[in-house]
């Protein structure tokens, strides 16, 4: 924590020292997480990273640390980038393989992928049963009395279940 509000401050200075504290600290998970993003465009995962470091620089005084802690705000800075850069490619690739009267898949298509991807990794930690409800709640949207009948639970149960598990996933927060 000490070290995040050093970083954050050297950079509000405009100090490079803030960067290198981000490299040091962040580097390697904010490669992980453009990588994951940007599976395919490896070539371009280093310029990737720079427009992050470059982002970080940039909006460092948008940085809130009530709404989420530096190590994931860091983080969704690249997963944005990653996702703006297989969008921009994607479009490339698509250009150069396809005639023009294909269209390029749908952008809602694939963001409806990633984040069922991320709150899947969001909720690894409860039991398989809460990811299913989870799911079936956040993401498919399902109505919470189809998903208590699915579940053979009451509709108090679920909310209770549901309670329960935004409470431990907090918690997991909290300690990072």
């Not at 970083?7 to 992980?32: C, F, N, P, W």
């Not at 850069?85 to 009267?101: C, F, I, N, P, S």
């Not at 069922?116 to 909720?123: S, Y």
């Not at 799911?135 to 009395?145: K, M």
Request: charged residues 30%.
């Amino acid at each position: 924590m000490f070290k995040d509000f050093w970083t954050i401050q050297q950079i509000k200075g405009r100090k490079e020292s803030g960067i290198r504290a981000v490299i040091d600290h962040y580097g390697g998970l904010l490669m992980a997480v453009i990588r994951r993003h940007s599976h395919g465009y490896e070539a371009d995962q280093e310029e990737c990273f720079n427009d992050t470091l470059l982002a970080i620089w940039d909006h460092i005084f948008d940085y809130d640390p009530k709404k989420s802690s530096f190590k994931n705000w860091v983080c969704a800075i690249a997963r944005y980038k990653a996702l703006n850069l297989v969008r921009a490619k994607g479009r490339t690739k698509q250009e150069e393989a396809y005639d023009d009267h294909y269209s390029p898949p749908d952008k809602g298509i694939l963001d409806q992928l990633i984040l069922k991807e991320d709150l899947q990794d969001l909720i690894a930690s409860l039991s398989e049963e809460d990811q299913a409800i989870f799911l079936a709640l956040f993401y498919e949207g399902q109505e919470v009395n189809e998903v208590a009948r699915a579940h053979q639970l009451s509709p108090n149960a679920l909310y209770q279940r549901v309670h329960r598990g935004r409470e431990k996933l907090k918690g997991e927060r909290d300690h990072d």
